[in-house]
């Protein structure tokens, strides 16, 4: 299946059921507000290296996380309670995308650019773009940064300073989502450590109708 080709003056995006097997579906196009709003409320998300054309991903089937399923272990149970924990939301979004990139970088390498964080640092102004902090015992522990609309967030990354930090952020954060009642956090792809969280593979199929649920009151 052909991988299509994004005009950059035009915002669109070719149907999502329309993606490879891999869940590529185009290349190509800018990282404006109005085109990353349209790809996310479409299921599409880009994700590409540095140097690299913008690519763009719609996974036939999506890895999510239900804010009622998230997952706490004892070990997490006993390591919350033990320690003075502050969960606070954009507490500086453009420093917690900043360290998610650099822990990248770090470790495996980075998807998440200078354009990168310019796009979402935009996102986040327009009131889109969301990022969670934890404070242990007064310290910086670790964030994670994502798009929230309607009541559906897509995670991006995350990051930790010290132990646990990504781990505390993620629960504290899916049972405040739970609150809210939002419907799914959009993991976009599998990774061990997200599947110990509650982690788990859904159809496009369902996906899409929780989608579609979840930005109905927009």
Known sequence: M????????RIEFPHPTLARADGLLAVGGDL????????YTHGIFPWYNPGEEILWWCPKERFVIFPEEIHVSRSMRKYMKKHSLKVVLNRDFADTM?????K???DDGTWITDEMEEAYSKL??????????VYEDEMLAGGLYGVSIGRCFFGE???S???NGSKTALIAFAQLLEQQEFLFIDCQFHTEHLEQ???????????DKMLQEGLRDL
């Open 104 to 106: 990248r970088e770090f």
């Open 124 to 133: 986040h102004k327009e009131g889109y773009a969301v990022s969670v902090e």
């Open 2 to 9: 052909p991988v299509f080709r994004l005009d950059g003056d």
């Open 157 to 159: 990354s995350m990051y």
């Open 32 to 39: 404006c507000v109005e085109r990353l709003l349209l790809a």
């Open 98 to 102: 900043h360290r998610c990139r650099i």
């Open 197 to 207: 969280m509650g982690g788990r593979y859904i159809s496009w199929e369902t996906y």
């Open 161 to 163: 300073d010290k132990e």
